[in-house]
């Protein structure tokens, strides 16, 4: 009790109702509370954790570099080999005009760092978003959300915004010459898995084209394999001038990207120099354990992986009345419980059940299922057997 009191007087909180789960050791699908109780972890950290905690090849590339250096100045100025070769893993897999990249730590920095490419590719112009996405909680990244009431509070925001409807092609005709670029999620994670309709996103990288407006996704929640290719933008066969990466691309530690050609990442060296700084971003530590990431999710295969869970989930879970709607995109998946009431019901019976899941920020009614790629046939039906019992308390 006296660490639960602690950490509610100490620890800065996102909320007055905080989950109060105590992990103490975290290996695998798994996590071990202060008790000796081990809960299977659904949502990978909200999908950070796609090969699990501490895997060994994650760990002995972390090891391996805290035996050369932790840190040795802010970003950009040295030469450090972990930056490079996470750059040289990520330019393999990626299309040609994806080959230049400013690391930094979090999703968030992503967003703030193409607010200022976007203007120094159109000085003064306006920024275009989709409603119902999440890109951070930065002010600019707060400025992108359509749930006014929420940001209500931060205001005045970022102005020269212009909010567009996802999938909706009678939009489109509203980006114009004054708009620099549009950021969207090529899967709504936070909306409740909501994927982009392939035809309005081909309508909409040709609009970009004839404007001049830079096509920026946001694979943050969606990459690194966990929708059944490397980045969710891949099974489009459309290219973005900009793709920002981060969350599992460092298996639980802080690192991200924004990604593009060498000319508009190059404008953040440029008119004026030094557009964008930070002191941790690519850190030697958080770049060796991406570049393993990144190995061990391609020699495993972990990819394809993401599509048999996903087939197994929305199989067994459409056997359920209770169950309104299943939307999933690879091994992000949400079930529609119909109303927020019972979405919390379940989240409780299966925390009860030692099963670890949430809901989505924008689609509370929904659960989240979100497993390590690495979950294997006899836990995908361990879950299974104790989901159903929770469903069936309903």
């Known amino acids: 009790m006296y660490l639960r009191r602690q950490f509610l007087n100490q620890i800065g909180q996102t909320s007055h109702t905080p989950q109060m789960f105590h992990p103490i050791q975290a290996e695998g699908c798994w996590m071990r509370d202060e008790h000796g109780q081990d809960y299977m972890d659904l949502s990978s950290g909200f999908s950070v954790s796609n090969l699990g905690h501490r895997h060994p090849n994650v760990l002995k590339a972390i090891s391996e570099q805290m035996d050369l250096y932790l840190h040795t100045t ?7 080999s972990p930056q490079l070769q996470l750059a040289q893993i990520l330019r393999s897999v990626l299309p040609e005009s994806l080959n230049c990249f400013y690391f930094l730590n979090t999703g968030s920095e992503t967003i703030d760092a193409v607010f200022k490419i976007a203007r120094l590719h159109k000085p003064g112009c306006r920024i275009a978003v989709c409603r119902q996405a999440y890109h951070g909680s930065t002010l600019a990244a707060e400025s992108l959300r359509s ?3 929420h940001s209500a509070a931060f205001r005045p925001l970022v102005p020269g915004i212009l909010q567009l409807g996802f999938n909706e092609e009678n939009e489109l005709d509203q980006l114009v010459e004054d708009i620099g670029v549009i950021i969207l999620e090529v899967v709504q994670a936070e909306a409740g898995v909501i994927k ?3 035809e309005w996103l081909f309508q909409l990288r040709e ?7 830079l096509l920026c ?3 943050i929640q969606t990459g690194i394999g966990r929708t059944g290719s490397l980045y969710a933008f891949q099974q489009y066969g459309i290219i973005p001038d900009l793709l920002l990466t981060g969350k599992a691309l460092g298996s639980g530690l802080p690192i991200s990207a924004v990604i593009g050609s060498a000319v508009h990442i190059g404008l953040l060296a440029s008119k004026p120099g030094l557009s964008y700084l930070s002191t941790f971003g690519g850190n030697p530590l958080s770049a060796a354990a991406a570049a393993a990431t990144l190995r061990t999710l391609m020699d495993q295969n972990l990819s394809s992986r993401a599509i048999v869970i996903e087939e197994f989930f929305t199989s067994e879970l459409k056997k359920y009345s209770r169950i309104a709607s299943i939307k999933s995109a690879g091994a992000l998946i949400a079930f529609d419980m119909a109303t927020t ?3 919390l019901e379940l989240l409780t019976l299966a925390f009860q059940s030692k099963l670890l899941m949430e809901s989505f920020l924008f689609a509370p009614q929904c659960v989240r299922i979100a497993p390590p790629l690495i979950i294997s046939d006899s836990e995908l039906e361990l879950v299974i057997e104790r989901l159903v019992v929770c469903l069936k308390k309903l």
Do not use: R, T, W
């Not at 609009?207 to 407006?213: D, L, R, T």
């Open 74 to 80: 802010v970003y950009g100025e040295h030469l450090q």
């Open 147 to 149: 749930d006014k009431g």
């Open 196 to 198: 982009a309709n392939p």
């Open 207 to 213: 609009k970009c084209k004839q404007m001049n407006i």
């Open 217 to 219: 996704f946001d694979e």
């Open 341 to 343: 009431v019972k979405s």
